[in-house]
């Protein structure tokens, strides 16, 4: 039989409490908080299946969980992740029907929640208790049982202070004189005690375990008096008595000061300015913001050399050794930070159009017949595209052309170009043996699929807190009016542009501010180019050697255009002779990405 008895919830270890019916033969460990301990080895070499979870309620209100193993041979680990308990067998498989979540609220038990599932070859048992609690673990055979109850506390107890750490003790007086209780608490501690002679008066009093520092600090409070440790000397005595004795220690350190003798002190300073620290020194600067405070003495002073950056400190040892102090940890060398900028524009495009050209001539007219068709005994009609091609056809009006007829389409629906690309034909003519009759068809199509890809990468180097600004791309010319009625030359800037100012956190990650800016070259109108912009301004937290996508854009079109002959363009088949139709779809899509290094001091230097 194994038995594991763990601590509370709390960081402080509970009373153990062994549960009911527990055998006294058992080996015994001891959990902390979020430390894995093993509760037994796997000796199973196949996965075997758990037989059955049941929860249960002790006594005085305990939570138990019990577990029915395939055999004594299952490995168990135990583990506390927070305010749970975490249970793990290992090499086990759970039944489909006990993969779920226990909700035990009702029982009344510190546990409310437990939780079982598969996951990979162990089974996980999550118990989610409540409230003040501690946890014993322990199986007999093929069972398995881990209860949770309510951690017990001592009312009578005197509940220890924070930073009391002293050996306990009890004391019972009435009426006891503070000099013969110091005195008590002195043998106690082994302490040498040096009491004042006006440290009087008498004190009842009854602590029971509590540590002896907080009982001497009971008894300070309630008498008005004050303590201060050297080595192992306590001096008790009123607190204004201390408060004036130290006045005197203060005002006598500060006579021996305003009479000690001067020393002048160089300081060779390698990243920090000489002239900085001066005023800091003085109290002429602020540094990092609030009111100026003077660290030199009344009698110091200090000069600064800007050529050889040394500083020449002129006061009392005591400050030149604070001031050496200080400027040790000031004058250092700033981290650095490499700040990579990627803008990604992809591009996808497709277009298709379809037109179709129909036309009819008759040239028998031109060539001395009658043109036309006959519609009865002595009518006749000619069909062409346009009113001038019907005059054209009878004679009514002179061939624009010369010897042929151009204006003969009555379908002109070809297909339309885009992106710059015109649109590929075949055409083919219909005509009698002797040419004078002709039905002529054009059949237009386009189709266009483009793809693009453009990545910039701009990178800049910086101080941490120091803004960069690396940026590159062209200047437009426009003109513009002046107040005088005249025009001036001005320009427009269509660059990119990558600004940040980045702040290393004690942690080692990156606070970025940043601002980029992606412009292009657009359209021309009448007052000069017009400029396409992508622009992004944020603050965003990244990890060190992290990249983080810091905005992106995502745009999509489609257009469908269909150009027709009324009733004629929708007939059957047919209909795509006296139609034409045009298809666009566009996307696109802006990504820009931001990856944050910190500069190490020898990569600086290479």
Request: net charge neutral; aromatic share 6%; proline share 5%.
């Amino acid at each position: 039989m194994l038995i594991l008895d763990s601590g509370s919830n709390q960081a402080q270890a509970a009373a153990p409490a062994a549960p009911a019916a527990t055998p006294p033969a058992a080996a015994k460990a001891v959990a902390k908080p979020d430390d894995t301990v093993r509760f037994a080895e796997n000796k199973n070499v196949n996965p075997l299946a758990l037989k059955d979870i049941d929860f249960r309620r002790g006594q005085d209100g305990a939570g138990r969980v019990v577990v029915e193993l395939p055999n004594n041979q299952v490995g168990v680990d135990i583990k506390q992740q927070g305010q749970s308990l975490v249970v793990e067998f290992m090499r086990a498989t759970l039944p489909e029907r006990l993969r779920r979540r226990f909700d035990v609220m009702d029982f009344g038990t510190p546990v409310q929640v437990v939780s079982a599932n598969q996951v990979g070859d162990r089974v996980k048992l999550v118990v989610e208790p409540r409230g003040d609690w501690e946890h014993s673990a322990y199986q007999s055979d093929n069972q398995f049982v881990l209860e949770v109850r309510p951690r017990k506390v001592d009312p009578n107890k005197l509940t220890q202070g924070p930073g009391y750490s002293g050996e306990k003790l009890s004391l019972n007086f009435q009426n006891i004189e503070v000099r013969a209780l110091l005195q008590v608490i002195a043998d106690f501690t082994n302490f040498n005690v040096v009491t004042s002679d006006t440290v009087t008066g008498n004190v009842t009093l009854r602590l029971k375990d509590v540590p002896w520092d907080q009982a001497l600090d009971i008894i300070m409070q309630a008498k008005g008096l004050g303590v201060r440790k050297s080595g192992n000397v306590l001096w008790i005595a009123p607190k204004d008595e201390i408060n004036a004795k130290e006045k005197i220690d203060l005002e006598a350190k500060a006579q021996v000061a305003a009479l000690e003798p001067l020393r002048t002190q160089a300081f060779q300073l390698n990243y920090t300015k000489a002239e900085e620290i001066a005023k800091g020194l003085t109290g002429t600067s602020t540094g990092g913001g609030g009111t100026a405070t003077r660290i030199l003495s009344p009698r110091g002073s200090v000069i600064f050399e800007t050529r050889t950056n040394q500083l020449f400190v002129n006061d009392i040892p005591s400050k030149l050794e604070e001031i050496q102090g200080m400027i040790a940890k000031i004058d250092i060398p700033v981290r650095q930070v490499l700040i990579e900028a990627r803008i990604v524009e992809a591009s996808d495009t497709f277009g298709r159009s379809l037109g179709v050209r129909l036309g009819a001539l008759d040239m028998r007219g031109l060539r001395g017949g009658t043109p036309g068709f006959g519609i009865g005994s002595d009518n006749r009609v000619a069909i062409t595209g346009t009113y001038q091609g019907v005059g054209e056809q009878t004679l009514q009006a002179a061939a624009t052309s010369g010897s042929y007829v151009p204006n003969t389409y009555f379908v002109n629906l070809p297909s339309t170009g885009f992106n710059g690309y015109s649109a590929s034909s075949v055409a083919l003519s219909l005509f009698g043996a002797n040419s004078n009759r002709f039905l002529n068809l054009e059949l237009s199509a386009l189709e266009a699929d483009g793809k693009g890809k453009i990545v910039s990468s701009p990178r800049v180097i910086t101080a941490d807190q120091v803004k960069a600004l690396i940026e590159q791309g062209t200047e437009l010319p426009y003109q513009v009016a002046t107040s005088s009625g005249a025009t001036a030359l001005a320009f427009r800037k269509a660059n990119l542009k990558l600004e940040v100012t980045p702040q290393i956190t004690p942690e080692g990650n990156i606070i970025l501010d940043v601002d980029v800016n992606k412009d292009s070259v657009g359209q021309v109108t009448n007052a000069g180019y017009a400029i396409d912009t992508k622009h992004v301004r944020t603050q965003v937290l990244v990890e060190n050697g992290g990249t983080v996508v810091i905005g992106g854009i995502f745009l999509q079109s489609e257009n469908s255009t269909e150009t027709k002959v009324p009733f004629l363009g929708d007939l059957p088949v047919l209909g795509h002779l006296f139609k034409s139709n045009v298809r666009n779809a566009q996307r696109s899509e802006l990504l820009i990405f931001l990856t944050p290094k910190v500069v190490t001091e020898k990569a600086a230097l290479r």
